[in-house]
Structures are given as C-alpha cells and as structure tokens.
C-alpha cells in the first residue's frame, strides 16, 4: 500500500507570493493533519480535516488555509508569504478524525526569499 | 494530555540495545503512552503504543512501569539507520486533536 504524497519535495518562493502545497493519503484514510516543523518552534499543528471540512485548527494567522476533496487528498495554501513562513511543511493521514496513529509523508521544505 | 520528559540526547554503540526513557508522572488512567520517531529530513513514524502491559512489535519493544509513570523504548539491536529524534507522546486513545510531539530524545547510533 502507497503511503503519504507530499508534493512538491521542495519549493522556493519569495515574500509576498503565494503557495500550495498538495498530500494525498494512505489509501482508505479519511482524516489528514497538516503540521509545520521550524527548528526553533517544533513540529506545530496547523490543522485536520476529515470528510471535507475542518475539524480542528491550530493557532496559525489566516494567511494558512487547507481544503480536502472527496477522495481524501488535500492541499493546503499560504497566502502573503513571510520569511518565517520557511519551513517543513508535513502532512499526515489516519484512518478517522482525531486517531493518534498518524502516517507522515516525506513533507514539503518550502524556503521563502 | 499529560506532560512528559525526556533526555535530549543519547548516544549509543551500533548492535547494541537503545534504551530510551520517558517519564509521565501525572498520566490519567486512560492515556496510552505513543512513540514516534523522526529520522532527519523526514516525516515522523509511528513506532508502537500500549497502556499498561509491556507491548512488542518488529520495531521495538515498550517497557511501562506498574505505576504508570514512567516508560522505556527498547531498540534492542540499533543500528545507525535508528539515529533519529524519537517522541514520547501520552494521550487518550484517539482523542482528537494534533499530536503535541514536544523536543524528544535525538539518539545518535555510532558504529
């Protein structure tokens, strides 16, 4: 079975422009989170979705936002892009909304200029 | 979710076993006790959970006291594709919500 799909592996981007970035799931999840890994602040929760709608957010501005279709995949955009924006983007998926066991994909480096 | 602590790094000698502790005093009754690990430049990866008993699997092997507060993972032949961050995690099963993954340990596998 295929695991998580981060793609791209790697982006480049300068402030001020914009960014997608795109997971699909473990075949069969329904639940996908979206975190952020700095080496100062960790990995941090962005947020889930589960059967196309939002469940839970974390404390992210609004320039962060995610959607997920109804085959699970999911894509998340940041809008305005800072210079602390530049991080590892990782996506995860479960079989169900607020499951513990989570599969991680490879995640997205984004390195914003 | 209860608070854990963990060392912030450890080394061990490749073949033999790693030891990893995590200590959770003021875990409830009904929190599980989860750990993943982070191999640099990855995502992180499910390693094994239990409760209360002992619990093994292909990975690794988790020692929990009676009490409950404190556990151990067992990497019982590390080997240097094991250096990696690992995370102890305690929650009620399935509860909702992230994962709050903390600092961890960074284990170092040397030859």
């Known amino acids: 079975k295929a695991g998580v799909t981060q793609t791209p592996r790697y982006l480049i981007k300068t402030r001020g422009q914009q960014v997608t970035l795109s997971c699909s799931p473990i075949s069969g999840h329904r639940s996908v989170s979206w975190y952020q890994q700095t080496p100062g602040q960790g990995l941090q929760f962005l947020f889930e979705?589960?059967?196309?709608?939002?469940?839970n957010k974390g404390n992210f501005p609004g320039r962060f936002s995610g959607r997920q279709f109804s085959n699970s995949r999911s894509e998340m955009n940041v809008s305005t892009l800072e210079l602390g924006d530049s991080a590892l983007y990782l996506c995860a998926s479960s079989l169900a909304l607020g499951y513990n066991i989570q599969y991680f994909g490879a995640g997205t480096r984004l390195s914003v200029l | 979710d209860a608070k854990t602590t963990q060392p912030t790094s450890m080394d061990c000698a490749e073949g033999r076993a790693a030891n990893l502790p995590c200590n959770h005093s003021t875990i409830s009754g009904n929190e599980y006790v989860y750990w993943y690990r982070q191999i640099h430049s990855q995502g992180p990866q499910y390693i094994i959970h239990?409760?209360?008993n002992n619990e093994t699997n292909e990975m690794a092997s988790l020692i929990i006291t009676e009490d409950r507060k404190s556990s151990t993972l067992i990497l019982p032949h590390a080997t240097l594709r094991d250096t990696a961050v690992y995370y102890c995690i305690v929650r009620v099963e399935n509860s909702g919500y992230a994962l709050n993954f903390g600092k961890g340990t960074s284990l170092l596998v040397t030859p």
């Open positions: 979705y589960f059967s196309e709608t939002q469940r």
């Open positions: 239990g409760l209360k």
